[in-house]
């Protein structure tokens, strides 16, 4: 199902559908080495793996010449219209991972005051799915495919982003066990 609805969707791009295909396979590798790190977690794995594959589906639609994206949208509304496309196609659980990976999730107030091109309305991940994914995503990057981010760029670069999103990070890394990573 997975590659079939990218297929769908990046036929004629090729490139790009590399690029995604990639970067979304490390997250679901990282993402499915969280869940066995935690047999306590309820957590469906087969659906960790097809969200974490899904997660960037919307970059298709953005404008990120680096990453071979030539969309009209700008890059920060990719996890918003790759929700649209994922509940068009009737996977709303999907979506929602899709919608709350970008950053460490990012606040209504975020929106409001930076006046983001988005819907206003909270975008951080809530359930502990969405939590792995987003967590995941952050050490690999789709202009360095290849490469994990160590820990201390994750958090140099979360810092851009405001102490709440700090504090987001730690609550992440806290969660998947992972505080003294570096």
């Known amino acids: 199902m997975v590659l079939e609805l990218i297929d769908k969707y990046y036929a004629s791009s090729p490139e790009l559908k590399d690029i995604l295909l990639q970067h979304s396979r490390q997250v679901a590798d990282r993402s499915l080495c969280i869940v066995d790190a935690h047999p306590e977690w309820d957590v469906d794995r087969t659906f960790v793996e097809e969200a974490a594959m899904l997660h960037d589906i919307g970059i298709i639609f953005c404008n990120a010449p680096k990453i071979l994206c030539m969309g009209e949208h700008r890059y920060i509304e990719h996890g918003f219209l790759g929700a649209e496309l994922l509940r068009s196609e009737g996977l709303e659980l999907h979506a929602r991972v899709a919608e709350r990976h970008t950053g460490t999730g990012i606040t209504m107030e975020q929106v409001i005051r930076e006046d983001l091109p988005i819907p206003v309305k909270d975008y951080c991940p809530e359930s502990l799915e969405e939590k792995i994914i987003c967590y995941a995503d952050k050490f690999y990057s789709k202009t360095r495919l290849g490469e994990e981010n160590p820990m201390w760029k994750i958090r140099k670069n979360i810092w851009k982003y405001g102490h709440d999103a700090v504090l987001r990070w ?13």
């Open 170 to 182: 730690n609550a992440l890394s806290e969660l998947m066990g992972e505080t003294n990573r570096d």
